[in-house]
DNA sequence: CTTTTTCTGTTGCAAAAGCAACAAATATAA
DNA sequence: TTATATTTGTTGCTTTTGCAACAGAAAAAG
């Protein structure tokens, strides 16, 4: 995704005084949002990781989304339940920029750069977006824990331009992410070794098929 | 969404003549378009019902999204993978527009109505996608095909305001846009009508509970 | 109206996945 | 540095899901 370094400049630099968007930072391990559909709000991740973190009523976990850097999110990309609670949880430090979806076109009077630029990008960041949502529901429609693995495997593969690569989880993520039960999916990582599929060692990877 | 009113008119009366963008009909069973990532196409369907369906390197068949009026697709949003076969097929009778991603900010010379409205709501139309591609990953996250069948369910249920819906597939496709085995879905459907969860009746279906 | 195709409903059996529990290894915090 | 918490790795057992196969119903085609 090469778009991503159009921005890059823009995102660090920003210094808008304009109160309709606001800069914040969190520690790894803090909430940066909890979606509950009542502002129209969207935040972009300058910096830093996180995760978009479900509980549903049984209390499974599901990692929704993972964000990485100027990855946009927000409830008002969620339509939310009552039976789910729903928050984006900071995974390492990150830097983030709150707004709400109105300002993106009803531009703030103050007539900001900050304004100006996103309201010309702002479509390419949610198609980058859509993109990511979709080979997410490649993944989660694969039938067995196996298919989902190797078809997640093969695409950070294919990102890294390597058939290594690091997981950007731990394992226990991963399964959440997977949304699948981790004894299950630890068991097929096992036959996937032994069957000669992959190499691992920690959160490095190595596909050794095709 | 109510935003969908806003441009149903627009689409509706579109008459341009700028050889950027294409109007084409497709009859049921028609394959609208196949994804092959080498254009940047963008489509939006003006009328009728139509499904993205994958089939991947096991021969499964997922349907990926289910689109109505003014829903938009298209390889655009898509990265697309060898080992699958992705195309949109005309589930009724459907009119698509066609244009190439690159059109909707590099307008046309002509400088015609419809891009200029489509720049404007562009974003709108790609968050209400978001938002539908958000839900389709809360229904793909649940770890059975009970709770699969009864999050999709109600779903269907708010967006009518009723305990009554029609499901929008046949029970077959269901299966397959819930990525389930059909036979096992049709006996957790029969276990759900059993024990009084939902009633049943053809494809019209009744929540019980709550 | 008849034939053909698709869809629904069902079942027995095999395979896969989930659950629970625990020990060892790492990482984090005090 | 020690104590505490989290993650990894593993396993037996249970439940759920998938697969294959088939018959009847409904829909589409001729």
Redesign the pocket.
């Known amino acids: 995704m090469n778009f991503t370094s159009q921005f890059e400049d823009f995102f660090n630099d920003f210094s808008c005084n304009c109160k309709n968007v606001q800069k914040k930072s969190f520690k790894k ?1 803090q909430t940066i949002t909890t979606y509950i559909q009542k502002r129209n709000q969207i935040c972009i991740l300058q910096n830093g990781e996180a995760d978009l973190v479900r509980y549903d009523f049984n209390g499974d976990k599901s990692i929704i989304e993972h964000f990485t850097k100027n990855d946009i999110f927000g409830e008002a990309f969620y339509v939310v339940t009552t039976n789910n609670e729903l928050y984006v949880e900071a995974k390492k430090n990150c830097d983030v920029l709150f707004f709400i979806y109105d300002n993106v076109y009803q531009k703030c009077r103050n007539n900001c750069k900050f304004h100006q630029v996103l309201s010309e990008k702002f479509s390419e960041l949610i198609l980058n977006k859509v993109t990511n949502l979709n080979t997410r529901i490649e993944i989660l429609t694969k ?4 298919d989902k693995l190797l078809g997640y495997f093969s695409i950070l593969s294919t990102r890294n331009l390597s058939a290594t690569f690091m997981l950007p989880f ?4 991963l399964a959440d992410f997977l949304s ?11 036959l996937l070794k032994d069957e000669g599929f992959i190499k691992k060692n ?2 490095k990877i190595t596909l050794l098929f095709k």
Chains 1, 2 share one sequence.
């Open positions: 391990g039938r067995t824990i196996r731990s394992l226990t993520d699948v039960d981790r004894s299950a999916m630890m068991r097929e990582l096992k920690g959160n």
